[in-house]
């Protein structure tokens, strides 16, 4: 990789090779040149390169004259609450999420304190390509920006997500709870939040060093070593998170992963109980929350894929809970940030509230297979591509949104390309994994003769 991977929402790439300390600056430096006046967040997932890139950021927004608040390792919400605790203009998270060890990444907050919209990551974006096309500017820069110091990074945070949930009601049950946060960010909130929730608590994976344990996405394949740690420390519900805290899977209290889809879900049940509105998921997530929705009477909207599309869509309707099917959720009240402290609490409190296992909380919901496939195609033909498509499945109802999704009762097709490779991403859900895998291998033959 001689050159990172920057989308408008941030930017990812190897340590070394595409993501050094000067590529780090000089993106900073854009998404500083077009932030309002107010100091600048900055934190880590605790990733080994973190210090240093942090280093070069830090001393390149000071050489523009900016004020940085070194929040040093703390999670992706954390990020959001802290930006909206010290108005600052934004703030900058670097993190891979759940990309391998070697890499590192960039996200950008705005100062609303959520991860930076559309139109604004485009022109931090055309403002970084046009200052790295440019001849480098060379000449002495006076450093007058200076660092503010942050003392406690989690008491705001853990005080909005106590105030979203029934604490002492779940302090009553003093639940055994494993919390895997496998050396990534989500150990520095999370060992303080499930205390102050009573919890007796095993963290696994609990110095955020960045020395993973496992692979570091919570899938099912990589988490096979905890799902039995869980049921042998005779936990009640296993937490899993990302290196950067904003996504959550569920391991119940026999060793069952859940997964991150049914995160969202039963945290979408939980809370339309107690307090109904809309809700918002992008277009790539399962239908058990729009289910949930018409069961309760709520109106249920759909974004684009993408955290940022997400919250722009709840913003627009007043949503009371929204996310994303990789086990982020999202609630106005904490940050507007896919939150894994925000999704730990509310299942602790669901369970509490209703006096049931996480197993049943989960067995309770509709039931789907999800199959996410990869199809090359050469991104000149993605229009034809998906014409064709909405022209085989014609008794499907069809949505641009994002791509092209095609819905049936009880099944869906979403075909979109990718942003990086020259393939499309075909995603199906139906009630069994057989009618998922047959939608997107159907998809494929018609991909095959455009």
Aim: proline letters at 6%; charged letters at 20%.
């Amino acid at each position: 990789m001689s050159e990172p991977i920057i989308t408008v929402s941030g930017l990812r790439g190897v340590v070394g090779e595409s993501l050094t300390p000067a590529v780090a600056e000089r993106y900073t430096a854009s998404f500083a040149a077009l932030a309002p006046p107010g100091p600048i967040i900055i934190t880590r997932d605790g990733r080994e390169s973190g210090p240093q890139l942090a280093a070069a950021i830090q001393n390149g927004l000071h050489a523009q004259g900016r004020d940085t608040i070194d929040a040093g390792v703390a999670a992706t919400p954390t990020t959001g609450v802290l930006v909206r605790q010290f108005s600052a203009a934004g703030g900058i998270q670097i993190s891979a999420s759940h990309n391998p060890r070697e890499y590192n990444g960039i996200k950008l907050f705005s100062a609303e304190g959520r991860v930076l919209p559309a139109a604004a990551g485009q022109a931090v974006l055309d403002h970084y390509r046009a200052a790295t096309e440019s001849e480098p500017d060379n000449s002495p820069r006076h450093r007058s920006g200076k660092s503010i110091p942050c003392s406690d990074t989690t008491l705001r945070h853990a005080s909005l997500v106590l105030a979203a949930v029934d604490a002492s009601r779940i302090r009553k049950r003093r639940f055994r709870v494993l919390l895997d946060s496998n050396h990534g960010a989500g150990s520095v909130l999370g060992r303080r939040l499930l205390e102050e929730l009573g919890c007796d608590v095993t963290v696994l994976g609990g110095q955020p060093d960045g020395q993973f344990e496992h692979l570091p996405e919570p899938t099912a394949e990589n988490l096979a070593g905890v799902l039995s740690t869980v049921r042998d420390c005779r936990a009640q519900i296993g937490f899993c998170q990302d290196p950067d805290a904003d996504r959550l899977a569920v391991v119940d209290e026999s060793g069952r992963y859940l997964g991150e889809e049914y995160t969202l879900a039963m945290c979408v049940d939980h809370v339309l109980r107690s307090r109904p509105g809309p809700v918002v998921t992008n277009c790539s997530t399962s239908r058990v929350s729009e289910d949930l929705a018409a069961r309760y009477g709520v109106p249920f909207f759909r974004s684009a894929v993408g955290e940022a599309n997400v919250v722009e869509v709840m913003q627009a309707h007043a949503a009371v809970l929204g996310g994303e099917g990789n086990g982020g959720v999202i609630d106005p009240r904490v940050v507007l940030v896919r939150d894994s402290f925000l999704g730990m609490a509310l299942l602790l409190d669901a369970m509490a509230a209703r006096q049931l296992p996480v197993s049943q909380l989960a067995d309770e919901l509709p039931r789907y297979e999800i199959v996410k496939t990869k199809i090359s195609l050469a991104p000149a033909k993605i229009a034809t591509a998906l014409s064709a498509l909405e022209k085989h499945f014609a008794d499907a109802k069809c949505d641009r949104l994002d791509g092209l999704r095609l819905d049936w009762p009880g099944k869906w097709l979403l075909v979109r390309a990718s942003n990086t490779e020259p393939i499309v991403r075909a995603i199906a859900e139906a009630q069994t994994a057989a009618e998922a895998q047959r939608l997107c291998d159907e998809a494929a033959r018609v991909l095959a003769g455009v």
